[in-house]
């Protein structure tokens, strides 16, 4: 595990500890395992991504403030040069760049995703919400639930996120926009 991420987990257990809450508790708020939230916490395992918004909407603070450390202060707008994007290596072969992360409030999480296709084992997640796919080079193969697509540079896909997905490289590399929105989930109550 990369140094970033036993960052993020210890961030985790902090809060969770000043929050004075349970590792129940927030596994149950952020609909995961117990033992999982465990393991994420102690940095056994990396947390997924989508994981890691579940448990920050579980202890009530912006994914950003766990990825970094610090709390988004830009409330207008906010800028990101090329290549200054938040950075975190999800797992061999899947890194993504946030593109919003010191924007406070935000309904969407719009990031650049890196591929390999040199990736034995392909995550496949879940999250609330809906998610955009825009390929910016390479090809990707994207993967929703039973269905298969492969998409070349300049194709996008738009689908319900709470079904089961995964998307890895076709080509010895590719990059793609993503953009997350949960707000449909939020609003829900």
Known sequence: MNEK????AL????????????TAEVANLAGIREDLYCDYENGN???TVSDLYSIAAALQIDPTALLTGETPKMGLYTIVRNGQGEDLERHQGYTFSSLAANYAGRDMEPMLVYLKNDVKEVEIVQHNGQEFNYVLQGTIKVNIGSKVFELNQGDSIYFNSTIRHSQSA???TA?????INEISAKHRG
Do not use: G, N, S, Y
């Not at 990059?175 to 953009?179: D, E, K, P, S």
């Open 11 to 22: 961030r985790v257990r902090e809060l969770r500890e000043i929050l004075d809450m349970t």
């Open 175 to 179: 990059t793609f926009l993503a953009v």
């Open 45 to 47: 395992i990396e947390i």
């Open 5 to 8: 991420m036993k960052q993020i």
């Open 170 to 172: 076709v080509t010895p």
